[in-house]
């Protein structure tokens, strides 16, 4: 019996990149991240589908703005949206201003869900981990998360810039939360990146969306509202 795979694209077919698209993509055995495109970006996945004990499944959580959506990406009822190929199924969502479509091509496509728009306007963190370090001879590695998410291991190089966004949680009972644990040579740090009282260092801008700068340099760890406007908050273990 050959095996075949699905492919899944999702194409940001936005009009422009003015209000930031971010989703996040899981499986229940497979979380595959937060992602934030740009216009025209094609994020694609593949894998071999279940056919016995289960089917396979996908599904995303979308943010526009003041719009969000959430719906699977991929079942096996979705099949026949998609184009058959000798050993592959290839499926394309695209995101566009009024909803989301699929079909088995760019060019050939149906909607398929709306944009839910909410009654108020959400707050995005974007923060923003820059390697400032003098040079690459000795590798930075990283490793950043919250208590529901897993940003993954990263090993940039110098001048390189890691960012993420969230909509935070400001109320009584609970405060987003993000910390990293650095490596760097023989030296170690390991802090929070995020917090609700972390916020007085980030910048404003009328949305009101919050902008955190994290610079790593050789003699510590600055922070601010952008990289020419950062303070050392930590030194290197």
Known sequence: MTEYYTEVHIVDALPNNDIPLTFHCASKDDDLGYHHPKVGDDFHFE???????????FFCHFWWGNKQAKFDV????????CSWNVNTISCFWKVQGDGF??????????????WIVQAFHYVYIEVHIVDALPNNDIPLTFHCASKDDDLGYHHPKVGDDFHFFFRPHHDIF??????????????????????????????KDEN?????????????????PSLDQVRKLHDWN
């Open 174 to 203: 609970r405060h987003t939360l993000f910390f990293c644990h650095f490596w760097w040579g023989n030296k170690q740090a390991m802090f929070d990146v995020y917090t609700y009282e972390l916020s007085v260092n980030c910048s």
């Open 47 to 57: 894998f071999v589908p279940r056919i016995w004990f289960g089917h396979t499944l």
């Open 101 to 114: 479509y699929m079909g088995p091509s760019l060019y050939e496509v149906k909607k398929m869900h709306d």
């Open 74 to 81: 991929y079942n096996h009822h979705l099949d026949v949206y």
């Open 208 to 224: 009101p969306n919050d902008y955190c700068y994290w610079k790593i340099q050789e003699d510590g760890f600055y922070m601010g």
